[in-house]
């Protein structure tokens, strides 16, 4: 699902997970015989009271890059790699984002710090990551302060790329593994499955290539919370990210099992389902903004940050309809659907939708539940610090500008794309940022 792209689980994790520092030398498979022999623990339920699956999340965070399973670069590479011409910028003369540490045929340094300008390199890429594909985002990133803009770039380039694989076209690489045929990779998915009772909706082999690529991904967010760093610039720049804003992984975790979700789901019966959804792609997305804008970490700011999160993710939803119909998905709960007398058939013939006289009501509603999660997260502004308020405000503003045009045409998200021009994003990032400036929330 396309968003700066997750599930249930806001509480502290009750994993019986060993300290990283003491694993790190174990080997990651060893760790997923361990937790799966775990003794079976009640089920739990997550917000909106969806079930939790426990050992499921213990298999996902059991996911670890240990020093015996890969080959890592000495400093005596790394030295060498500040040297390499290939370091000196992350645009091609064609204008194409280049990876500085491409060259580099190992996955992680066996050093826990790099040098200075490694990091710069990796900041670098992440921004002009953020700042190609953010849109709307990049626009509110870029007048944080700098070692905040810096980081929220890091974090929303780790999003994109777990959303790219599981969602899109982008073929994520770690050096050395074999993909969808690497041991590791297919024990992985196999206790997966198992554990997820659930069959993929897309086809096999692209199936077994996007869980063999999240697999890798967290492997590589694994070396953002141990000894080791990964050659990735996306996740050396995390490394730091997490480290200086005591960023949990288990929000990490979260977005990256949403990614793994939507490779076996693609219909939800219930508003709770999807709520578990929304928190897993959205939600730890604000709880994660958060710690970087400098905010206390108590229940209610948490509580604030998830609605926000829910709030544009059920708005990008409501937009992204008809796109995803085409994909044979349907976010929107079915439940919710049936009520007004709409059919899966329906959501599925596209503008015709427009004609049913349930559509214009479910769509009022849809939206009214939209807006009180979105005044929820508005209740997390006046919490965060002045300097970096004006970047969540903004993201605000664009998203229920958007919900606004929707419910104005009717629920009308098929004649074309709902979003606003860059005329309308400068009027209303300038009038946010004048209010920011100048007046208080």
């Known amino acids: ?191 997966l499955e198992e554990l997820a009772a659930a069959k993929p909706v897309i086809e096999r082999t692209e199936f077994e290539d996007k869980l063999a690529q999240l697999f890798f991904f967290r492997k590589k967010l694994s070396t953002a919370y141990n000894c080791m760093s990964s050659t990735d610039p996306i996740f050396m720049a995390l490394k730091h990210t997490v480290s200086k804003y005591g960023v949990s992984r288990q929000y990490m975790d979260d977005l990256i099992s949403g990614m793994e979700d939507d490779l076996y789901t693609n219909r939800y019966q219930t508003f709770e389902e999807l709520y578990s959804y929304c928190y897993r792609v959205a939600s730890t997305v604000g709880l994660v903004c958060i710690d970087i804008y400098g905010v206390e970490s108590t229940a209610a700011e948490r509580e604030f940050a998830e609605a926000w999160g829910i709030a544009m993710q059920l708005t990008n939803i409501l937009r992204d309809v008809q796109e995803d119909a085409q994909r044979d998905r349907i976010y929107l709960p079915l439940e919710d659907l049936e009520r007004f007398g709409i059919t899966e058939h329906d959501v599925m013939s596209g503008k015709k939708l427009l004609e049913h006289p349930g559509w214009m009501p479910f769509v009022k509603e849809y939206c009214a539940r939209v807006r009180a999660y979105r005044d929820k997260g508005f209740k997390l502004l006046p919490k965060i610090p002045k300097q970096s308020r004006y970047s969540p405000a903004a993201m605000m503003a664009f998203y229920s500008s958007i919900l606004r045009r929707i419910e104005r045409t009717g629920g009308d998200v098929f004649t074309e794309r709902v979003k606003l021009s860059k005329a309308e994003k400068l009027t209303l990032a300038a009038t946010v940022y004048l209010r920011h400036r100048f007046f208080s929330f």
């Open 1 to 191: 699902m396309d968003f700066w792209g997750v599930g249930s689980i806001r509480h502290e994790p009750t994993l019986r997970l060993t300290r990283m520092s003491d694993t790190v030398n174990r080997h990651s498979s060893e760790l997923l015989d361990e937790f799966i022999l775990i003794e079976d623990e009640p089920v739990r339920k997550g917000e909106e009271g969806t079930e939790v699956n426990p050992r499921l999340e213990q298999l996902r965070a059991a996911v670890v890059l240990t020093r015996e399973a890969v080959r890592a670069a000495s400093i005596t590479a790394l030295e060498l790699a500040t040297e390499s011409a290939h370091f000196m910028g992350v645009v091609s003369r064609g204008g194409e984002l280049v990876n500085p540490f491409k060259h580099i045929e190992a996955p992680v340094w066996e050093e826990e710090d790099v040098p200075q300008e490694m990091l710069d390199a990796a900041y670098a890429y992440c921004e002009e990551l953020t700042r190609r594909e953010a849109g709307n985002f990049y626009h509110s990133f870029k007048y944080l302060p700098d070692e905040q803009r810096k980081a929220i770039c890091a974090y929303y380039a780790f999003c994109r790329r777990a959303d790219d694989i599981a969602d899109g076209d982008y073929v994520d690489k770690f050096p050395g593994a074999l993909g969808a045929k690497d041991p590791e990779a297919i024990q992985y998915r196999r206790k």
